[in-house]
């Protein structure tokens, strides 16, 4: 089956800066990459996802990347504000996300420091 | 619309208890699933369902059984609880089986789960 592996499992960034989540996954097959955040307490909830079909997507300050070659995809945030603190996970799937569920990577922890 | 619900919130069982985690949505999608999710593991996917009638397993089954006798429902059964299954369940749907703008994979507010 499929293998989701996510890296950092924590980041720290000053707030205004950058922050870059990595995802690789193993079957080349799957086509369908989201991410949800998931706040404190909270259900995790979609925030972006991409398509085998094509290699990057914004939405305001966040994008995704996607190296189908090398099979890894990665989320970008840009001018990070404190209510970006949460747990980020990356998923892939075949099928668009179908029949067969997402696969999950572990999750990263993001710490906005003021 | 209510959405996804989850209930119990909070359960704390003792080993060799059964018990149901019940999910309930109401905006006829097809597509239900359950997935458990531990510090440090992600979201795992415990059983899905892709209609009334129909279920599969997904990456850890074990121990856990489900049922869709109607589009609304997709309960999870514990039939014999174990400190292992310690842990936050999710149940999650959407309408079809592809992923589209319009059709992403809605979480329910989650299950508490506590074996002793």
């Known amino acids: 089956g499929e293998n989701v592996e996510q890296h950092p499992s924590t980041l720290s960034v000053q707030e205004g800066d950058s922050a870059v989540i990595k995802c690789t996954y193993s079957d080349s097959a799957s086509n369908y990459f989201p991410w949800y955040k998931q706040e404190l307490g909270k259900r995790p909830q979609l925030i972006i996802d991409?398509?085998?079909?094509?290699g990057e997507k914004k939405d305001q300050r966040i994008a995704v990347t996607l190296n189908k070659t090398a099979k890894h995809f990665s989320l970008h945030i840009t001018e990070t504000q404190p209510e970006d603190s949460a747990v980020y996970f990356c998923a892939a799937s075949r099928s668009g996300g179908g029949a067969d569920g997402l696969t999950f990577g572990k999750g990263t922890h993001l710490i906005i420091q003021p | 619309n209510a959405g996804v619900t989850q209930t119990p919130k909070f359960q704390v069982l003792k080993t060799g208890q059964s018990m149901t985690l019940q999910c309930a949505q109401d905006?006829?999608?097809?597509?239900m699933s359950w997935y458990r999710q531990d510090p440090g593991m992600g979201l795992r996917l415990i059983h899905y369902s892709v209609g009334a009638g129909i279920t599969d397993q997904g990456e850890v089954p074990n121990g856990y059984n489900v049922s869709r006798s109607t589009t609304e429902d997709f309960p999870l059964r514990l039939l014999s609880a174990a400190p292992s299954q310690t842990s936050v369940y999710f149940c999650?749907?959407?309408?079809?089986?592809?992923?589209?703008?319009?059709?992403?994979?809605?979480f329910g507010a989650g299950s508490r789960l506590t074996v002793l």
């Open positions: 999650a749907s959407k309408r079809g089986l592809a992923s589209s703008g319009a059709n992403v994979l809605t």
């Open positions: 991409i398509r085998s079909n094509v």
């Open positions: 905006m006829n999608h097809e597509y």
